[in-house]
């Protein structure tokens, strides 16, 4: 195996480090007897939150592309709130149709059972050589190259990866037995459950794919499950027998090993690596901590009607306390995004984007329009939305007209 590493210079100005800087303020509601909302808008914008909106906004508007225009309104506009909330100095309401988004015009997040709908039988394939599987909520994305298949992201447990994707496969022409890497975006439990069990019974020598600060968390869970020191949900096990037959049970949904891993540049908390996967096959990935600290993006060749393009995989969501740090990394990805050409985006949270309608609509009509293929102006914008509307956010918590929690 060749494994090719090239550190890219990270995109960081003396702005955006300034941003960076500053505390998180969090706060109590106006009236002293009631919580803030989970994250959202508060009070209206101050000049400076205002002008980070307002750019991102200008970027949302150039097309009508409905994954941009979504990444602008939920981000910068409305952020994630609940019915529940109701009384507590914002506005919120219920979603006018579930079926098409899981954000309402006031930022109604749709935390339900609706979002564990499973795909149609063998997922979603939105490019040529390119498949979404899994859910409306988490899913994983499956490309066909000459040189086997890749997997990017790995679902929440190994039955999920069982029944949503291996179970799936056959009626996409695909075979488990032939994936040979598993690239993993980031350690959340949502995200890697489901890798093992491709390892241990499809394919043994596939490799797992990480960002380096993340690989060293997940190895510290598995040590935790080992000594027994790992949180637990449900009640304690009861005999000897049951206790092992948990731990082997923790052990299958957390990757056993990360061949390898994408490190930071030096002095920088980002990176990217240049991994050749096989004799015709390059991916990009990236490291852009702010949802966790080692969360990785990757870039990887598909096409569309035979012609080539760039797909951009996002695994990630919001983090506000590491706004100002997610939106340099964002930035940083973004210029390497350029660099590569990157014009198809995907995200494997499918309810981001409410990118499981999209998804839907092409498998009713694979030549419908598809607004993943939104092109390298758009995955720059749809990055740079991301960004500025992180450098919002940051400022607003500082100011008190957001909360976070």
Known sequence: MKVSAAIVAPLVTST??????????????????????????????????????????????????????????????????????AG?????????????DLMSPNGFFY????????????????????????????????????DGLLMFD???????????????????????????????????QDHIG???????????????????PDAKAVAAMRTAVIDG?????????????????EKAARLLALPDKIDIQVPAAPAVKVGAMRLRVGPSTEVVTILDPGHTVGQMSAIVPVTKDGKPHKLFVFSGNDEPSEAAQYAISIDFARGVAEAEGADVWINTH????????????????????????????????????????????KLRLEDGTWQAW
């Open 16 to 85: 955006f480090l300034a941003l960076a800087s500053g505390a998180l303020a969090q706060g109590s509601d106006s009236t002293g007897s009631a919580p803030r909302p989970f994250r959202g808008p508060w009070k209206p914008d101050l000049p400076l939150s205002k002008a980070y909106d307002d750019a991102a906004k200008a970027m949302a508007m150039v097309d009508d592309n409905p994954l941009i225009r979504w990444e602008y309104r939920v981000w910068c506009v409305t952020g994630y709130r609940h019915p529940d909330e």
């Open 154 to 188: 790995a679902l929440t447990t190994p039955e999920d990866m069982q029944t949503q994707v291996l179970d799936q496969m056959p009626a996409a022409g695909l075979n488990p037995a032939d994936f040979k890497y598993i690239f993993l975006g980031h350690q959340h």
């Open 350 to 393: 499918a309810y981001q984007s409410a990118l499981f309608y999209h998804l839907r609509e092409l498998r009713k009509n694979p030549d419908a329009p598809n607004p993943l293929l939104m092109g390298t102006s758009g995955v720059s914008r749809y990055l740079g939305i991301f960004a500025a509307c992180q450098r919002a956010v």
């Open 111 to 146: 935390n339900t059972l609706g979002m564990k709908r499973v795909m149609p039988p063998g997922g979603v394939r939105f490019m040529d050589n390119a498949w979404y599987f899994g859910t409306d909520y988490v899913g994983a994305v499956v490309v066909k190259t000459p």
């Open 229 to 245: 020191t790992a949180k637990r949900r449900g009640p304690a096990p009861t005999t000897p027998e049951q206790a092992e037959a």
């Open 194 to 212: 489901g890798a093992n069990l491709i390892r241990q019974r499809f394919a043994p020598d596939v490799k797992f794919v990480m960002a380096e």
């Open 88 to 100: 507590t100095g914002q506005a919120v309401d219920r979603l006018p149709d579930p079926t098409k």
